[in-house]
């Protein structure tokens, strides 16, 4: 809705009169304005002194006389007649200010006031004037109500005794702005808000009917509507660049608002300090006041093509400083030229760049300074004008005469390399006392300064002031502040870590309600630290804004970083002290300044502290700010080359494997600034916000016209399209929309915006934005894109899947990429999983084409894996298998070989594999069929391989295909089986445990003697007796590195071997196989075995072992209680048959501790009968024994003896049984009670030391030899 346009057809005359009043006298927001308050008149207005001043708006069209006015003056409050504007105004309670369409006659002519003036007039007042105002009050009309009667009396009593001076003060109180027409007051309303509050024209108009708003809620409320003005326009105001209190008119500012009038770029060049920065922020300002909107000085190109690809119709200007580098050029200057000359070329004319860079780096970077047609060099070669500069600044200063005088002769008889106009300020602002002794080539040293110079100079001679500039560096600089409450923490002895977990960051439910962090105290600045700021504000390095300190100059900034590394080391490590209270303060701004600085800080301090800033790179992920935490990991990732600590490095690998924190664990301060929680008190984050389609439509509008969108409103906007999207409902979005959103710090946005951008159908024009979202500084926000790429492949043109393949490429290659990433391209296969493919929503030919790609990118992802980085096995298998369904012949032997390589890899750095991942060979066999030839060269390196486990996995697969192999390659396996390998013995082995081997490999192994028909007593004494063992070692994997290679299916001609040697105890066969089986059937379901179980008991010549066996294996873990309990059952039976139960009684009395370590002791009840537990064990449980006999035969007079010397009982249930004979018995004193009640419970320690004693005597580890690791 255009104001302009609408007139009163939207709103009423008074309250656009009311926002123009409001703006015009809202003195910095100081006053106070209320409409139609009560007893007042339809504006009631209070300064910052509280001098009133009421205000009617009038409609009339006529013309203003004496009558008219006096009438408006004799108005009464609602229902009074005592009390009306005239008496306010006589007695000097308030002034009146009329506010009206017409103009005024004449004779009224003695009240009119100048708009916008609200000041007293003072006007001389003939007594013609006194005698008429006296007159026309009594001639006030009013109705004839009991009321209006009561009115006129008074109107003619005050009539009566006016005099003179009333009358004066009457009428020099009594204002009147004519002629105040509603396009005057629209256009007044604009102006006011473009030049006086730096609102961007584009975003006036709207605020404008934000305000009228207000001025009818006001009215409603009654309540000042000054804050509420203050709040609007603060969020939208486009801040003045601030400029230096020595500011100057220069010559070249004509010139530069000339070039900006008809270009959009404009080079301001010069050697350092000649003032380029203040001139750019001059010339910036005087378009912020045609209405231009701005953004803070900028460093950043990104920052800088961001900006102007927002809402491209609103005016704009930016300063852009030292892109090219500061101190020295950056590395790619050139690149930057060429983005900046590329931009300005898409602009639009009313989009102003202001570029700024020293004419020494323009000329080391590029041989020359006019890079660009508008270039203006502001290096002063005028001596007159020199020493006007010098005049005017030592004069602001109070500089030394004498020193000023020797400085002005100076200025007048330099001829080449003059002194420049930034130079001089700073002179101007040195100590003066430590001037005056310094001769004219000290002081113009002094005045030369660079920011080696300032920080040298400033740490001789201010050592202790010098830290405060080293400080500020770590937490602002000359175009971001930091609060002056938080550089106060920063700089105190509160060592709280307020806006870090102590802890990494787990999901946790807990009751208390996640807060924002607070200053537990109010800190106040050390006197040593108050004064060295105030030294550093009066020498102009530092300044104080909006309660925020920065930097003057970008001098300065980098004089303070060069003095935060330091030469002793006590002082250094004080600043890194200071590093950490940054990190930890709780304003998201400053903390995040200091984490982007953290790389730059760890190349270049001292060897001595690298690692004290790797660990705050460390800290500032645990840090409860979303942007903070995101850029953590850009810091990490910078720095894993140096770090030799794998458990360091694993670190880092899951940091950036994770991702980023997910939003549903994000909570919000005043629904403004995000934070992270460890848990969430209702897990509402968890679900969809409530948003309306009108703001969702609100928010749009307002990010495509530029307009100001608190942070959390952009959340639930991205939030609810990311929940519509599982329901595979996918917007388009209007791509400047997207580009917007990709500007914001918090990678929680940026990523969503990236998958949302890429689940639609791309078009030309917004190609930019594919490179935007890969060129993305966070591997998330890039993976979220290659995640999105691939679930929206099928919509794409072949235009721009071929723009995507191509950034994949490269992206892969970086190592943070492909870390990020791994989860999806390992499991690719997977479709329920939190980051997949949803492969219902493509056709087969699309499945086909997606795989290929798939295929094509994942050599080149591989290789930039760490080693060590987690695989999901099983899922990594799976994924393996399902590609060869659909990849073409060369693609999968492309995967294979980067398969194979990644194994080699990772045997390499001895990374334990697994089978999925070693089992590589069954898949290859099945893709190739058979091409032998294809897969010869991978079939010769992964049966060539020296790595034991690897070679001997891969060997059991091959054989499994033996009938499909080529003649080649069978010769390659029956070559390995003759061959020299240290493993070779575990080859054999290996091969004949299978459930079905080749013959060709038998004969190799044993020879032409049918051995599968042989009785197992001949087959013992045919082979040898290391054979027969390492074959029950593959089949029962022990050691345990032989796992893998263990039959799947146990042959009958090993089953009978097995049971041979149980049977008959055969050694030293028996002990291997006996604890398997007495394993298996304590842990699982093996009924058939039972009958074979009671012979081996009854049969056996150590049936003690065989107790001892049982024992251990229940303790181990969770058993399976109807196997144990006939395994316990059979061992029972034996030991009565041999009339030896008591021998059996005593083992379980002595192993009761470990027999409870199962994982339920009241199994225990399970595996034994009760009286088995009660009659025979119980009886030899000492002390539980005795306890129990001294309570139930009432002997409490040994009951004192019994609790001194019982440590512990050994049975859980005596816990239980005595604390129910205590409660029974009323012989027991309470204190003898509570003594045997809180006998301590040593169970669990005494069964694990038990334990650990049978382990080692009879399940000693044995190491594998022969093998290569």
Request: glycine fraction near 2%; hydrophobic fraction near 40%.
């Amino acid at each position: 809705m255009s104001v302009a346009t609408e007139g009163v057809k939207g709103y009423e005359y008074q309250y656009k009169v009311t926002v123009l009043f409001a703006l015009l006298h809202s003195n910095d927001f100081k006053s106070q304005l209320y409409v139609e308050k009560i007893g007042s008149e339809d504006i009631t207005f209070l300064d910052e002194n509280k001098n009133y001043l009421e205000i009617q708006i009038k409609r009339e069209r006529n013309s203003i006389g004496f009558p008219k006015i006096i009438e408006w003056l004799s108005h009464f409050q609602e229902r009074s007649s005592t009390n009306n504007l005239l008496l306010r105004v006589k007695d000097k309670k308030s002034k009146c200010l009329f506010i009206t369409r017409s103009r005024c006659s004449d004779e009224a002519i003695i009240f009119l006031k100048l708009f916008p003036l609200i000041d007293s007039n003072e006007n001389s007042i003939s007594k013609e004037v006194i005698l008429k105002f006296q007159k026309e009050l009594k001639a006030v009309k009013f109705k004839q109500t009991q009321l209006d009667i009561k009115r006129k009396s008074l109107c003619s009593d005050i009539s009566n005794n006016l005099n003179k001076s009333d009358i004066e003060i009457l009428i020099n109180n009594t204002l009147i702005w004519e002629q105040i027409e509603e396009e005057k007051i629209d256009n007044e309303v604009l102006k006011c808000l473009n030049k006086k509050f730096s609102i961007p024209q584009s975003l006036s108009e709207n605020l404008y009917l934000k305000l009228l708003e207000v001025v009818k809620q006001g009215r409603d409320l009654k309540e000042d509507i000054i804050p509420l003005f203050k709040n609007l326009i603060l969020k939208l105001k486009t801040n003045r660049y601030s400029l230096s209190e020595n500011n100057i008119i220069r010559k070249e500012e004509a010139q530069a608002i000339d070039i900006l009038k008809k270009s959009n770029l404009l080079l301001l060049t010069g050697i350092s300090q000649c003032g380029k920065t203040e001139l750019a922020k001059k010339v910036a300002n005087e378009l912020i006041d045609q209405g231009y909107t701005s953004a803070p000085i900028s460093t950043d190109f990104f920052q800088v093509e961001n900006f102007f690809n927002q809402n491209k119709i609103e005016d704009k200007i930016l300063i852009f400083e030292d892109p090219f580098g500061h101190i020295k050029p950056k590395k790619e200057s050139n690149d930057i030229k060429n983005k900046i000359i590329n931009l300005v070329k898409c602009l639009p004319l009313n989009h102003k760049i202001i570029l700024t860079s020293r004419i020494e780096i323009l000329e080391e970077a590029f041989n020359s300074c006019n890079i660009i047609e508008n270039v203006l060099d502001l290096t002063e070669d005028d001596n007159k004008l020199i020493l006007d500069f010098w005049e005017k600044f030592s004069n602001a200063q109070n500089v030394n005469n004498e020193i000023k005088n020797i400085v002005g002769e100076y200025i007048l008889r330099e001829t080449e390399h003059k002194i420049q106009v930034g130079q001089l300020d700073y002179l101007s602002r040195y100590d003066l006392n430590k001037l005056k002794s310094k001769s004219i080539s000290e002081l113009i040293s002094i005045a030369r300064h660079n920011s080696t110079d300032i920080a040298n100079d400033v740490l001789k001679e201010n050592n202790k002031e010098s830290k405060i500039l080293a400080v500020m560096s770590i937490c602002c600089s000359n175009s971001i502040g930091i609060n002056v409450e938080d550089f106060k923490y920063i700089l105190s002895d509160d060592e709280n870590g307020y806006s870090v977990f102590k802890e990494s960051k787990v999901f946790q439910f807990k009751k208390s309600k996640s807060k924002f962090p607070k200053y537990l105290e109010t800190n106040k600045l050390k006197k040593g630290f108050k004064s060295s700021i105030s030294y550093f504000e009066e020498r102009g390095f530092i300044k104080l804004e909006n309660n925020q300190y920065f930097f003057s100059h970008p001098n300065y900034f980098e004089a303070g970083k060069k003095l935060f590394f330091r030469k002793s080391s006590q002082e250094q490590k004080e600043n890194i002290g200071y590093l950490k209270k940054t990190i930890i303060c709780i304003s998201p701004v400053t903390t995040l300044i200091a984490c982007k600085l953290l790389t730059w800080i760890y190349r270049t301090v001292h060897s001595n502290f690298k690692d004290d800033i790797k660990d705050l790179m460390f800290l500032s992920n645990r840090s409860i700010f979303p942007a903070v935490e995101d850029y953590s990991s850009i810091n990490l990732i910078n720095i894993i080359e140096d770090i030799d600590n794998e458990d360091q490095k694993d670190k880092i690998i899951n940091i950036v494997n994770r991702g980023n924190t997910d939003s549903s664990s994000i909570k919000w301060l005043n629904n403004e600034i995000p934070f992270l929680s460890k848990g969430d008190d209702d897990l509402r984050n968890l679900f969809i916000d409530n948003i309306s389609p009108s703001e969702i439509e609100e928010i749009e509008n307002k990010i495509l016209n530029n307009h100001h969108v608190n942070l959390f409103d952009i959340w639930r906007y991205i939030n609810y399209h990311k929940i519509v999207s599982i329901s595979k409902v996918y917007t388009k979005f209007n791509h400047n929309i997207i580009n917007s959103l990709l500007t914001h710090e918090e990678v929680f946005i940026r990523k969503q915006v990236a998958k949302l951008f890429f689940l639609s159908k791309i078009s030309e024009e917004e190609i930019y934005l594919i490179k935007k979202i890969f060129n993305d500084n966070h591997a998330t926000v890039s993976f979220y894109g290659i995640w999105g790429s691939f679930l929206s492949w099928n919509k794409q043109s072949d235009q721009i899947k071929t723009i995507i393949f191509e950034h994949l490429k490269k992206l892969f290659c970086r190592q943070e990429i492909a870390i990020r990433a791994n989860n999806l391209m390992t499991t690719f296969s997977i479709d329920y999983a939190g980051e997949c493919i949803d492969w219902k929503l493509f056709s087969k030919a699309e499945t086909i084409e997606l795989w290929n790609v798939w295929a094509e990118i994942f050599p080149v992802f591989s290789n930039s894996l760490p080693p060590n980085i987690f695989l999901n096995y099983g899922r990594y298998g799976v994924t393996m298998e399902t590609a060869m369904k659909y990849l073409t012949l060369n693609n999968g032997i492309k995967v294979f070989e980067t398969w194979l390589d990644r194994i080699e890899v990772r045997i390499k750095n001895n990374v334990e594999l697994s089978d999925y991942e070693m089992g590589i060979s069954d898949e290859l066999i099945k893709f190739t069929k058979g091409n032998f030839k294809i897969r010869k060269n991978l079939i010769e390196r992964i049966l060539s391989n020296t790595n034991s486990i690897f070679s001997l996995y891969n060997l059991k697969l091959i054989i499994t295909f033996w009938n499909d192999l080529d003649i080649s390659e069978k010769k390659i396996v029956l070559s390995i089986v003759d061959s020299n390998r240290i493993d070779l013995r575990w080859i054999k082995a290996m091969l004949l445990a299978k459930y079905e081997i080749p013959k060709e490999i038998e004969v190799k192994i044993v020879g032409d003697i049918n051995l599968y028909s042989l009785k197992p007593k001949k087959v013992l004494e045919l082979l040898p007796e290391e054979l027969v063992q390492d074959c029950l070692k593959i089949i029962y994997a022990q050691p345990y590195e032989l796992e893998f290679l263990r039959p799947s299916y146990l042959s009958d001609f090993w089953k009978k071997m097995i049971n041979y040697i149980m049977y008959f105890e055969v050694e030293p066969y028996f002990a291997l196989c006996i604890k398997d089986f007495i394993g298996h059937n304590i842990w699982a379901n093996r009924s058939e075995n039972f009958l074979l179980w009671r012979k081996i008991c009854l049969n056996s010549k150590n049936i003690n072992y065989l107790t001892y066996l049982v024992i251990y294996n229940i303790s181990k873990s969770a058993i399976y209680v109807s196997g144990t309990i006939e395994m316990m059952k059979t061992l029972v039976f034996a030991y009565k048959q041999r009339n030896e139960f008591e021998i059996f009684t005593k083992i379980i009395s002595d192993e009761i501790e470990v027999l409870q370590k199962t994982s339920d002791k009241h199994d225990i009840f399970e595996i034994f009968d009760k009286n088995f537990l009660f009659q025979d064990l119980y009886k030899l449980l000492k002390p539980d024994i005795d306890a129990m006999l001294v309570i139930e035969n009432r002997g409490i007079e040994y009951l004192h003896e019994i609790i001194d010397d019982v440590k512990s009982f050994r049975f859980f249930a005596s816990y239980l049984i005595i604390k129910n004979l205590v409660a029974k018995s009323d012989k027991i004193e309470e204190d003898i009670k509570n003594r045997l009640l809180s006998i301590p419970n040593n169970i669990e320690k005494v069964g694990e030391k038990k334990q650990k004693i049978l382990k080692s005597k009879y399940f000693k580890e044995e190491k594998i030899t022969n093998w290569i690791n």
